[in-house]
């Protein structure tokens, strides 16, 4: 097989599979309710994508934090 032809299909699945927001690294999960007021990371609660929080603290806004310490930051692992 051509091995420009299998770079760029290497490539192209990564691409994709970062745009979907199914590549997330292992040490982070999602935090609900911490999330500052244009602080959280990503489309929820009716806008499309980061920084789009209206208020602070939101149970369905969210944003990464590292595995294990959501619950210590008064947040939750499931919207609110």
Do not use: F
């Amino acid at each position: 097989m051509n091995k420009q032809l299998i770079l760029t299909s290497a490539l192209t699945a990564v691409l994709a599979a970062g745009v979907s927001g199914t590549v997330v690294a292992a040490d982070k999960e999602k935090c609900y309710g911490i999330a500052m007021a244009g602080k959280n990371d990503c489309a929820a609660n009716g806008h499309a994508c980061a920084g789009q929080a209206k208020s602070d603290m939101h149970g369905k806004e969210w944003k990464y934090v590292a595995s294990g310490t959501c619950v210590d930051m008064k947040g939750t692992l499931k919207p609110m």
